[in-house]
């Protein structure tokens, strides 16, 4: 079987982060261990609750914290890629604002882990996690989030992580979810959905320049396939 890795990047978000964690533990028995990448300025509640996740966890895997304090995002979900890929492990992306609903006799994360060792198939999200484009990168193509999605170990070596050149980041999940689908690998849903950002104000989507990003980005994406504006 499998080593499977939950990977989370955390800054600011204490309270949510201690629901995520407390729904993971209640859920799922799937997993060897959590990897947190630590955002730089994160706050000193956040700090203890990733020190009560240690203790909470304990018995089911461990928590492992990096040492690193990660500038952007970005920067520490790849961080998470690349630790898998060094430990020959599956990696299982999600976020502090997501909780994890119990199933009757049925893990949801063993699901994830069990379709991804088809050599098919390179990730596995659930019902809810992702959506599909539009013209402005490649219409009705469906794209992953990094809220709940399961990448088995040829995709860290085969795809790799995500593209820190993207000009402020939107649109890296398409990107990295169109290189998959590029290398003939298949994305798969499994019957799960997740509560994603039910703690979160959501202060992205307040983003007066959010507009001018997505377009930022959506021009690169298409310079970078040589797509036609």
């Not at 204490?14 to 990448?37: G, P, Q, R, W």
């Not at 790849?78 to 599956?90: G, H, S, V």
């Not at 994830?112 to 659930?126: C, F, L, R």
């Not at 484009?133 to 709940?148: I, K, Q, R, T």
Request: hydrophobic share 35%; glycine share 8%.
């Amino acid at each position: 079987m499998a080593e499977v890795i939950i990977g989370i990047p955390i800054k600011n978000d204490a309270e949510s982060f201690k629901e995520m964690i407390y729904s993971l533990h209640m859920s799922t028995d799937a997993f060897d261990k959590i990897v947190l990448a630590v955002g730089k300025d994160t706050n000193q509640e956040s700090l203890e609750a990733i020190e009560w996740a240690k203790n909470y966890v304990r018995g089911k895997g461990h928590v492992e914290v990096s040492e690193q304090r990660f500038e952007t995002p970005l920067q520490a979900y790849n961080y998470l890629f690349q630790i898998a890929k060094e430990e020959k492990a599956d990696l299982f992306l999600t976020q502090t604002d997501v909780k994890f609903p119990s199933l009757y006799k049925r893990d949801w994360l063993k699901q994830m882990s069990d379709i991804a060792q088809n050599e098919q198939v390179g990730a596995v999200t659930s019902i809810n996690g992702g959506g599909y484009s539009g013209p402005d990168y490649v219409d009705g193509f469906y794209w992953l989030g990094g809220w709940c999605v399961y990448y088995p170990l040829r995709t860290l070596e085969l795809v790799g992580g995500f593209d820190e050149n993207f000009p402020n980041g939107n649109g890296v999940d398409i990107d990295h979810s169109f290189r998959i689908s590029k290398i003939g690998l298949k994305i798969i849903q499994v019957n799960y959905w997740v509560d994603h950002h039910m703690m979160n104000e959501r202060l992205h989507d307040r983003n007066p320049n959010a507009e001018r990003e997505r377009k930022e980005s959506a021009g690169y994406f298409k310079l970078k396939w040589g797509i036609a504006k």
